[in-house]
């Protein structure tokens, strides 16, 4: 090697050394989970950021868990802030539309349009796109596969849900997510139910002590393989 090459690559090597760490607003690094090993579940909270988003990212950072947020762009735009933090902390988030409309009852263009808008409106929150749907009501077909499948992102339902909106009980919520709970499970949430929040610490406690590792949808559906419009877990009845 020519000496001016070699002091080149010295020069080189000493700026890639200086170089200070980049800023992103993007998770920081941790080692990945391999759910192959350890027993995963997947929290998922819809329709937010709910007005109690803070205290629920709080009680996540508290317990060493991860979440994945199913955002609507309507309270993105209202509650950035919190999907700044959900970035920050390590949370996934997800697209669930931008005014909750049933994707299956309006036309394939407003689809579109409520994807495209939720997407821009996190983008602007956060510096960064969902790469997961959840269709408002888990409500889809073949035309939302396909235009999942335009913005590259597969189709997440759930395996259980918490039954919150309805039960709105602190002690229901608990009982029936331990309930539903299971190895690789995703369990449906709404952080703007109060009681779901409230009961947050003991449910995330109890998993933990089951030996359970509270994780990111994608952490999950890493072994699948999803391709953008695949819907995951298929529902019966559903033919590709
Ligand atoms: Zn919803």
Redesign the pocket.
Known sequence: MSRQISSLLAIAAVCVTLAPAPAYAQAPKTAPVDCTQVKCIALTF??GPGKYAGVLLDTLKKHNAKATF?L?GQYVKSRPKYVKRMVAEGHELGN?SYK?PDFTKIEPWDVRAEIKKTQDEVKKAAGVEPKLL?P??GMADLTVSDIASEFGMPIILWTGGSEDWKSKNVESIKKKTLEVAKQDGIILM?DWVKQTVDAMPSIIKTLQSKGYTLVTVSDIVKKENLEPGDIFPVPAGWEN
Request: net charge negative.
């Open positions: 819809d329709d199913f609507e669930h909750h959840r408002p009501y709404h």
